[in-house]
């Protein structure tokens, strides 16, 4: 920062993120002023510039474009795939509603997450899931008809010839 110095930015801002180049309103970078991109273009810093004079941020420009229209219209959420990522970017120039609003948002908690967490309160899971699958398929064998013999640790399932084998 240099003191006393106050930056001039014209109402339209060029911006080079990473590579990725946008172009945006000052009032758009700066709606939340407590935020780093608020600071950054409050005209108390020097920021540097690319060699087409566009304002440089050495940040992920793939997902900062989903916080910059965040900062267009908040009712934005950006797809599934990028939040994660999008939360890093949001947390790292500071624009809480985004983080917040993202780290409300389920896709956050894949399925396969809160699947593994409630397997882990449940004691001795795998040899109950072990027993059900067990049970599952000699209540098939018994009512199909089916013989099932266990040959060291391959199963041949015989229904008049051989359907499949497993090795498990």
């Not at 916080?67 to 790292?92: C, M, T």
């Not at 027993?131 to 399932?157: F, H, M, R």
Request: charged letters at 25%.
């Amino acid at each position: 920062m240099v003191y006393g110095v106050l930056f001039q930015f014209s109402g339209v801002i060029g911006l080079n993120i990473g590579g990725y180049k946008f172009t945006t309103r000052l009032s758009t970078l700066t709606r939340y002023t407590y935020s780093m991109l608020g600071a950054m273009f409050s005209g108390r810093h020097k920021l540097d510039k690319d060699n087409k004079d566009n304002n440089f941020i050495d940040r992920n420009g793939k997902y900062f474009k989903f916080v910059l229209e965040f900062l267009r219209d908040e009712h934005f959420v950006p797809p599934i795939d990028a939040r994660k990522n999008v939360l890093i970017e949001a947390e790292y120039f500071g624009i809480k509603p985004l983080a917040e609003k993202l780290k409300r948002s389920p896709p956050l908690f894949p399925d396969e997450v809160i699947v593994d967490n409630l397997r882990n309160k449940i004691k001795d899971y795998h040899k109950i899931k072990e027993k059900i699958a067990q049970l599952s398929t000699e209540d098939v064998v018994d009512q199909s008809g089916i013989s099932c013999q266990p040959k060291s640790q391959v199963y041949v399932i015989w229904y008049k010839k051989i359907i499949f084998m497993e090795t498990i």
